[in-house]
């Protein structure tokens, strides 16, 4: 991009952003260079320039700097400036935290609030192994009862056990559909009605204080309307949330760290293979953000593929999520090889270069084979 002049405008914005951001709290600089259309080094270079160690207090997610170096005063939130009615409102804003980012340790020095993420995908409810809560338990009794019972009693624990949750990721699939590839003979109800109230309890079960939903794949969530977009405006009419989003792909930022989130990531039949998709939409989430387009993520989050899988350098790491729903639809029984897995994640996150996440699994969540023994 060529450089160009910074006019008086700008700068008056600029230094209202800089001014607020002092107030309430740090601003992300790759979200200021996409309002401004500029690279992300023309605003730190402009920040440092004019207002030297003081603005730079201001912008956290860049690497030159060192954390000893920033100082953070007071408390609030940490607000998103949006376009102005001139400006490109194409391009999706990134997630921002509304709640503090920065306590203060003492003079010269700053230490993070560790934020905590929970990551949950592919409930499929309606489904006869999908997240079922206890209110849908009883009225649908088949082989399946007891896997059911189970999966919602890990589900409750693991995610009561973390709880408060900062902010809650639902990634895609969180209804089950129509279940036109069996006839709805896998389903315990096709009723998307249901599928969708199921959803929501699962969700407020969480009590989050935030919420993102990712639209999952057409063949579950609609391919003739988004049921996902109905559970979302559910919940933000029955849920309090500090802030909530709905979308394909979405970019949440949590104390400076850029996760990217989407359903769907291509599969493999080998073990091996598995980690290759994931370092592909790496390739693509950088390619994106030299577009300017996308900030560069730190974390990449997939679903879809009911699989557990990480990839990652030395800069990023990415996972395919396990799923919350076990194995008994006759497509996962009857075609792949693979194993599923049971389960979800969460991070707890100080900053863009300290960061800790756990996967918590419900081992092997299915019946076992019984062999035939020829007497």
């Known amino acids: 991009m060529q450089r160009r002049s910074w006019d008086g405008e700008e700068e008056s914005k600029l230094r209202r952003a800089l001014e607020e951001a002092r107030r309430t709290g740090p601003f992300v600089a790759e979200e200021v260079a996409r309002i401004f259309g500029r690279p992300v080094g023309s605003v730190r ?8 160690a003081d603005g730079v207090a201001a912008i956290t997610g860049d ?165 996902e977009e109905e559970l979302f405006n559910r919940c933000c009419d029955s849920m309090t949330l500090n802030v909530a989003k709905l979308g394909e792909e979405e970019d949440v930022i949590v104390n400076g760290l850029v996760v990217n989130c989407k359903h769907f990531i291509g599969s493999s039949q080998v073990p091996h293979g598995r980690h290759t998709a994931i370092a592909r939409d790496r390739l693509w989430n950088l390619i994106w953000a030299e577009h300017e387009q996308r900030p560069k993520a730190h974390v990449l989050i997939r679903s879809h593929v009911h699989y557990f899988s990480i990839a990652g350098g030395s800069n990023w790491i990415g996972f395919a999520t396990p799923a919350l729903q076990g194995l008994g639809c006759k497509f996962g029984a009857r075609k792949p090889s693979g194993i599923v897995d049971f389960g979800l994640m969460h991070f707890d996150i100080e900053g863009p270069h300290k960061f800790s996440y756990e996967k918590h699994e419900l081992p092997l969540a299915t019946t076992p084979a019984q062999p035939v023994v020829v007497p």
């Open 45 to 52: 270079e402009k920040v440092r320039r004019e207002w030297g």
């Open 63 to 227: 690497r030159g700097i060192p954390p000893e170096s920033m100082e953070r005063i007071g408390g609030g939130e940490c607000e998103y400036y949006p376009p102005s009615s001139e400006e490109d409102h194409s391009r999706p804003p990134p997630l921002h935290f509304k709640s503090p980012c920065w306590e203060i340790t003492g003079h010269g020095g700053i230490a993070q609030k560790a934020k905590r993420l929970l990551v949950v995908s592919d409930f499929h409810c309606g489904h006869r192994v999908g997240l079922t809560p206890p209110k849908w338990q009883a009225g649908y009794p088949d082989k399946y009862t007891e896997l059911r019972r189970r999966y919602w009693e890990f589900y409750a624990s693991t995610v009561e056990s973390l709880k408060p949750i900062d902010m809650m990721v639902v990634n895609g699939d969180a209804v089950g559909g129509k279940g036109a590839s069996s006839g709805g003979t896998d389903y315990i109800t096709v009723d998307r009605v249901a599928q969708i109230a199921m959803a929501m309890e699962c969700i407020k079960f969480a009590e989050p204080a935030g919420l993102v939903i990712i639209l999952g794949t057409p063949f579950h969530t609609g391919k003739d309307e988004d049921w």
